[in-house]
């Protein structure tokens, strides 16, 4: 059986290296008269894939959380939201990417060694942007600013503003509310 009695195949193989692979429209394009397949898109280029790159599949899109309202829930509640978040948060990723810590051992690893938490946690989110060829917001390293505050909270603050930030961003540039 040659490609040209497959439905959708070319009469010929594409090039070594082309972006076109049986009769599909290039990464990040739609074909001509349809609306983008990718939830989200908003007409900004992705950066190119390289040839005979491996283009992950996605799980489920997760759920924006309300800086304000979750710094606000964890001091009402005496930081038990705070293990709800990380547990969530941890749960969507590795749900998403397949990667990662899951919820469960992402909150033992808080309970008892909590001061891990911020460096695992904005690992992870810089580690969804890297996966899908973008530049990384937060990585392992924004952690270092739950550290040096964590008697005055100004440290942990910031530290949660851009790793939520960055997370809540990524959710949404694929689609979510």
């Not at 899951?102 to 001061?115: D, K, R």
């Not at 690992?123 to 270092?144: F, H, N, Q």
């Amino acid at each position: 059986m040659t490609t040209s009695q497959f439905p959708g195949a070319p009469a010929q193989q594409p090039a070594y290296g082309s972006t076109h692979h049986y009769g599909q429209a290039p990464y990040a394009q739609a074909p001509y008269g349809q609306a983008p397949a990718f939830p989200g898109y908003t007409g900004q280029p992705m950066p190119p894939v390289p040839a005979g790159a491996y283009i992950p599949q996605s799980g489920p899109i997760g759920k924006v959380r309300g800086t304000g309202v979750v710094i606000l829930l964890t001091i009402v509640t005496l930081g038990i939201y705070g293990l709800v978040w990380t547990y969530s948060v941890h749960e969507e990723m590795k749900r998403h990417t397949g990667n990662g810590l899951a919820g469960g051992l992402a909150l033992v690893l808080s309970i008892f060694l909590g001061f891990v938490t911020p460096f695992l946690a904005s690992s992870e989110v810089g580690a969804i942007y890297e996966r899908m060829g973008r530049a990384k917001p937060v990585s392992g390293a924004t952690g270092l600013w739950y550290l040096p505050g964590f008697m005055i909270l100004v440290g942990p603050i910031v530290w949660f503003v851009k790793a939520n930030g960055a997370l809540n961003a990524y959710w949404r540039s694929l689609g979510a509310v």
